[in-house]
C-alpha cells in the first residue's frame, strides 16, 4: 500500500508539473516592446517578447513548438537562450525549448530579448500569430499580441530628430490648414474642368423622366437603379419630348471619349457626351452636387440638384488603383463595394493583385492545385497541403490569409466593373513573388510523376535539383520560377488563355496582362540545372542576367499573339549589371521599348528618384505608381500606434496633392526619412522629354495588404488620402505646377486649404453613408499650451473635438472642446464624426 501511495503522489506532482498537460489547459499571453533602435551602432532593434503564463498548467520545456510571424530576420540578445530559433521561410520561424528551458509555472514571465535586422518603428512591426503545435499533433493558438510603446522614444529614433509626431508637433503642422475650415461644400469632386455655379436648383423626384438611349442605355439603367437604392426614388424613361422636370442625355461626337457636358437648371438636367463612358462620368457628377446629408436617409421624396454649367475630361486618361488581395483576402462583396467607390471618384482601372509568394486567389479550370492548395495557409504546410502561415494569419485554415474568388465570382466582378467603365487588370506574379504558384506547381507533379512523369512536369515552375541561393526582401528562398524551364512557359501561356476564357465567356474586353517583374533577388538560377542546359544549347545566354530579357520577350509574343500588350512593374524595363563598387543594381534598359509595354515604375527613392522619366523618356508607357506618394498601406504619420509601413516614408493628405506628375522632383525634395535630398540628385536628375511626357499614360495608387486584417482596417487606409490621389488623376493641372517662389506657395497654399475643406466639410460627410457607408481615418487632434491655455485643432474640417480629465476616452457624451481651455491632470483629447467613430488619442499631462 505504501508503494501505491507513493506511485499516487508522484504522478500527482508530475501533473501539476505539466508532465500530462493537455493543449487544452494551456494559456500564455504574449506581450512585445521595442526597446532600442540602432542597436550597438547597427541599423538593428533590440526589442522583446514576453510569455506569461495565464494557465492553471505548468508549461513543460518538452513537447511543443512555438509557431510566430515575425517579417524582420532575429537573434537572441543572450548568448545562452531558452530556445533554439529556426526560420523556416518567408516571415514564419519557430522556437524550440532546449535544455536551458525552465518549465514555466502559472503566472510567471519569460522574457525573450532579440536583435532583429533594420529598424522598428510602429506596432505593425510586431511579431505575430503566435501558436503551439504540440507533439501530439494538437494545435494552440495564443491570440492577439499585446504591443507595448517604447519607453526611451530617443532611444527608438532612426536618425536624428526622428520624433514622433506629437500632439504640440502635430498642432503646429494643423495650423497650416486653418483656411481650410472655411470652405464650404457644393462642389463637383474631382475638381472638373471648367465650374460655373448658377442660381436655383433642379427637383429630382418620382415624377422625374429621362428622355435618351441607344449609345447610353445603360448608363440610363445604372442611375435610374442608383436613385432607387440610394434614396428609393424612381423616375423611368419617356421617349415624348418634354421641356420640364427631365433628365437628358444627348450624342456630340466632337467631345472627348471621357469628357461631358452637365447642364443643370431648374427645368431640366441635360448630359452630353459622346460615349457610355462620358454619359457615365456625367451621372457621378450628379452624385456629388447632391448635398452629402442627403445620403443619410435612403428615403427621399425629393433631392434638389443646384444649378451649375461643367465641361469636363480627365487629365489622365489611365486611372489607377491596385488592391493586394494575395498577402490578406478581400471577399468578392468588398471588391464591389471598392469598385462602386473608385468609379463614383471616375478611377477607370483596377490593377487586380491576384496572387503572390503568400497566396493565389482566382480559379483556374487548368490549374485546380493553385486554389485547392495555394489558396489556403495553416499549418498544414507541414504536409505541404497548404501555405504556411504568413502576417499573423494563425494555423487554422479559417483566416484572413485563406480564400479564392471562384470562376463565377470573377465574372460577377468583371461585370460588375465594367458597366462601372472600370477596366480589371489582373496581376500574375512572374517570375518572382510566385513562391504559390510554384508550390501548387510542385504538388501537382509530385501528385502526378508516379503515374504520368510527362504530364507531371509539363507545368513545374522549378527545377529540380536546383542549388541556387537566395533570399527575397519578403525572406523567401524557394519563391521565384526557373525562366530557364519550357514548362513554365507551358503554364504561362495556359494561365493567360484560361483568363481570356473567363473574359470572353461574359464579353468583357481584356487588353493587357500585368506580368508582375519585381524584386527577383541575386543568385536565382545560378544553381538551375535547367539553366546550365540553356546556356549549353543558347549561344545568346551566357549568364544567368539574360534571361530576364527572354522572358519577357516571351510573354510578350505570348500576349502579343493574342492582340494583348504586356503590363509589368519598372523591372520589366530594366536590366541587372554590376556598378563601379562591383555591386549589382538594375539599370533602365532599351531592350523591350517600343513595344507598347506599360509600366508601373513605384521606386522613386535614393537613386532613383528619376526613374520614371528615364523609362518613359527611352519608349516605355509609364504609369507614375511612387511609394513616397501614392502607396496606401504606408502610414499616414510617425506615431506608433498608426497602422501601415512606412518604409517608403509617411503619406498624408498632402503627398498626394502635391505631387506634380511632369516634374516631381520640384517640390519632392526630402527622402524618405524626411532628410532634404542632395543638390546633386535635384539638379542632376534626368528630365522629362517632351517625347517621354507623351509617355506617362496614367498615374496609380495602391493598397498592399500585409497589415490589413479587415475590411475597416482596408478602407481606413484607403481614405482620406485616396481623395487626394483623385483629384490629381482627373482635375486639370493647377496654375502652382509652374510657379516658383512666393507666387508658388500663395498659389498651392491657396489650393491646398480648398481641397482640404471640400473632403472634410463635403465628401468624408458623404462617405459616412454612401452605399452603406465606408469607414476612413479620422485625423488625430493637435494639442498645444499657449500662454497657459490649452488649444486643439485638426487638420480636416467638419469635425468636433472631445476630451475628458481623468484618462478616460472620450466619446459624444464627453465635453466638446469649443476653445482654449485650462490645463488639468490626465486629459485625453480626440476626434470624432457625427457616427461617434473617432481618431487616436492625444494625450496631455499636466507636469503639476
Same mark, same amino acid.
Given at each position: ?23 487544452? %489547459? ?15 551602432g ?18 513543460d ?11 524582420r ?6 548568448s545562452? =537562450? ?52 504540440? %507533439?501530439?499533433?494538437?494545435?494552440? =493558438? ?13 532611444? #527608438? ?81 419617356h ?54 446629408? &442627403?445620403y443619410?436617409?435612403?428615403?427621399k ?6 444649378c ?10 489611365? *486611372?489607377g ?34 496572387? &503572390? %509568394? ?8 487548368s ?13 498544414a ?15 487554422l ?7 479564392y ?35 501548387? /506547381?510542385?504538388? *501537382? ?15 513545374l515552375?522549378?527545377? +529540380? ?22 514548362? +513554365?512557359y507551358? #503554364? ?18 481584356l ?6 517583374? &519585381? ?11 535547367a ?19 527572354r ?7 505570348i500576349?502579343d ?12 524595363g /530594366? ?8 555591386? @549589382?543594381?538594375? !539599370? ?18 535614393t ?18 505608381? !511612387?511609394?513616397?506618394? #501614392?502607396?496606401?498601406? /504606408? ?9 501601415? !509601413?512606412?518604409?517608403g ?29 542632395p ?22 495608387a ?15 487606409m ?18 502652382w ?12 497654399? @491657396?489650393?491646398?486649404?480648398e481641397f ?18 465606408? @469607414?476612413?481615418?479620422?485625423?488625430? =487632434? ?17 469635425f ?8 478616460? /476616452? ?39
Amino acid at each position: 500500500m505504501k508503494i501505491l501511495a507513493y506511485i499516487v503522489v508522484f504522478l500527482l506532482i508530475m501533473t501539476s508539473w505539466g508532465f500530462s498537460q493537455s493543449a487544452s %489547459d494551456v494559456s500564455i499571453k504574449v506581450s512585445w516592446q521595442p526597446l532600442e533602435n540602432n542597436y550597438n551602432g547597427k541599423e538593428e532593434a533590440l526589442s522583446r517578447i514576453v510569455f506569461k503564463n495565464e494557465g492553471k498548467t505548468v508549461l513543460d520545456k518538452s513537447g511543443w513548438k512555438l509557431y510566430f510571424n515575425f517579417i524582420r530576420i532575429f537573434e537572441p540578445k543572450n548568448s545562452n =537562450p531558452v530556445f533554439d530559433i529556426q526560420h523556416i521561410n518567408g516571415d514564419l520561424f519557430v522556437l524550440t525549448p532546449n535544455d536551458s528551458f525552465k518549465p514555466l509555472a502559472p503566472g510567471e514571465e519569460l522574457d525573450l530579448q532579440i536583435v532583429s535586422k533594420s529598424w522598428i518603428v510602429n506596432f505593425n512591426d510586431s511579431p505575430q500569430g503566435f501558436y503551439i503545435a504540440w %507533439d501530439n499533433g494538437k494545435i494552440t =493558438p495564443l491570440g492577439e499580441v499585446e504591443r507595448l510603446e517604447p519607453v526611451d522614444k530617443k532611444r #527608438f529614433y532612426r536618425v536624428a530628430n526622428d520624433v514622433e509626431m506629437t500632439p504640440d508637433l502635430i498642432f503646429e503642422k494643423n495650423k497650416r490648414y486653418v483656411d481650410s475650415h472655411s470652405v464650404q461644400p457644393g462642389k463637383i469632386f474631382p475638381t472638373p474642368s471648367k465650374f460655373v455655379s448658377v442660381d436655383g436648383y433642379f427637383a429630382l423626384s418620382g415624377t422625374t423622366l429621362i428622355q435618351g438611349g441607344g449609345l447610353f442605355t445603360n448608363e440610363i439603367d445604372y442611375f435610374i437603379n442608383e436613385m432607387g437604392e440610394l434614396f428609393h426614388i424612381n423616375f423611368s424613361i419617356h421617349k415624348k419630348p418634354r421641356s420640364k422636370d427631365v433628365i437628358k442625355f444627348k450624342l456630340d461626337k466632337t467631345l472627348k471619349e471621357e469628357a461631358y457636358k452637365l447642364l443643370v437648371t431648374k427645368d431640366s438636367i441635360v448630359v452630353t457626351s459622346r460615349s457610355g463612358k462620358g454619359a457615365f462620368y456625367a451621372i457621378q457628377s450628379i452624385k456629388s452636387l447632391i448635398k452629402a446629408e &442627403d445620403y443619410k436617409s435612403s428615403k427621399k421624396d425629393v433631392i434638389y440638384i443646384p444649378c451649375v454649367e461643367v465641361y469636363d475630361e480627365p487629365r489622365f486618361s489611365s *486611372r489607377g488603383f491596385m488592391i493586394d488581395v494575395a498577402r490578406n483576402f478581400q471577399s468578392k462583396k468588398q471588391i464591389l463595394k471598392l469598385i462602386d467607390i473608385l468609379s463614383f471618384y471616375k478611377i477607370n482601372t483596377l490593377h487586380f493583385h491576384l496572387n &503572390d %509568394d503568400e497566396g493565389w486567389r482566382l480559379e483556374l479550370p487548368s490549374f485546380p492545385e493553385l486554389t485547392s492548395v495555394s489558396s489556403v495557409r495553416s499549418h498544414a504546410f507541414i504536409s505541404s497541403s497548404s501555405l504556411p502561415p504568413s502576417y499573423g494569419s494563425g494555423p487554422l485554415a479559417k483566416n484572413r490569409g485563406t480564400g479564392y474568388y471562384s470562376i463565377q465570382d470573377f465574372k460577377d466582378i468583371l461585370l460588375y466593373a465594367n458597366a462601372r467603365h472600370v477596366q480589371v487588370i489582373p496581376e500574375i506574379e512572374t517570375p518572382g513573388h510566385a513562391r504559390a504558384a510554384v508550390k501548387a /506547381m510542385q504538388y *501537382r507533379y509530385e501528385r502526378l510523376k508516379d503515374k504520368d512523369r510527362s504530364e507531371a512536369e509539363k507545368y513545374l515552375l522549378y527545377s +529540380v535539383g536546383d542549388t541556387s541561393k537566395y533570399s527575397s526582401v519578403q525572406k523567401w528562398n524557394d519563391n521565384v520560377m526557373d525562366v530557364s524551364l519550357s514548362s +513554365v512557359y507551358n #503554364f504561362l501561356e495556359q494561365i493567360t488563355d484560361d483568363i481570356i476564357g473567363i473574359y470572353k465567356s461574359v464579353n468583357v474586353p481584356l487588353h493587357t496582362i500585368h506580368f508582375g517583374g &519585381d524584386e527577383v533577388p541575386n543568385g536565382v538560377w545560378e544553381g538551375s540545372p535547367a539553366f546550365k542546359k540553356l546556356k549549353n544549347e543558347d549561344p545568346n545566354i551566357k549568364s544567368v542576367e539574360d534571361l530576364w530579357f527572354r522572358h519577357f520577350n516571351k510573354l510578350y509574343e505570348i500576349l502579343d499573339a493574342r492582340g494583348l500588350y504586356l503590363s509589368g512593374w519598372e523591372e520589366v524595363g /530594366m536590366k541587372r549589371g554590376v556598378t563601379e563598387t562591383g555591386r @549589382k543594381k538594375w !539599370f533602365a534598359d532599351k531592350g523591350l521599348t517600343n513595344k507598347n509595354i506599360h509600366l508601373n515604375v513605384w521606386n522613386n527613392l535614393t537613386g532613383n528618384e528619376d526613374l520614371a522619366y528615364k523609362l518613359a523618356n527611352l519608349g516605355y508607357k509609364v504609369k507614375l505608381s !511612387f511609394v513616397s506618394n #501614392f502607396y496606401m498601406d /504606408m502610414s499616414y504619420q510617425k506615431n506608433f500606434k498608426e497602422q501601415g !509601413f512606412y518604409w517608403g516614408g509617411f503619406i498624408d493628405m498632402e503627398k498626394p496633392f502635391s505631387f506634380i506628375p511632369y516634374n516631381y522632383l520640384k517640390n519632392q525634395q526630402m527622402d524618405w526619412l524626411g532628410r532634404k535630398l542632395p543638390n546633386n540628385t535635384l539638379e542632376n536628375h534626368e528630365k522629362l522629354t517632351p517625347e517621354g511626357e507623351k509617355n506617362i499614360v496614367g498615374i496609380q495608387a495602391l493598397l498592399w495588404s500585409e497589415t490589413i486584417k479587415s475590411e475597416e482596417q482596408m478602407e481606413k487606409m484607403i481614405f482620406p488620402r485616396l481623395l487626394s490621389f483623385v483629384e490629381k488623376a482627373w482635375a486639370p493641372a493647377r496654375e502652382w505646377e509652374n510657379l516658383d517662389g512666393d507666387s508658388y506657395e500663395k498659389a498651392y497654399h @491657396k489650393d491646398l486649404n480648398e481641397f482640404f475643406g471640400i473632403v472634410g466639410n463635403q465628401e468624408l460627410k458623404r462617405l459616412q453613408y454612401y452605399k452603406q457607408g465606408y @469607414k476612413y481615418r479620422i485625423p488625430t =487632434p493637435g494639442v498645444a499650451l499657449v500662454d497657459e491655455m490649452l488649444h486643439a485643432n485638426t487638420d480636416l474640417p467638419g469635425f468636433k473635438i472631445y476630451f475628458t480629465e481623468d484618462g478616460s /476616452m472620450p466619446t459624444l457624451n464627453s465635453k466638446k472642446y469649443t476653445g482654449p481651455i485650462r490645463p488639468n491632470k490626465n486629459m485625453v483629447f480626440r476626434v470624432l464624426n457625427d457616427n461617434g467613430e473617432g481618431s487616436l488619442p492625444a494625450y496631455y499631462t499636466h507636469p503639476n
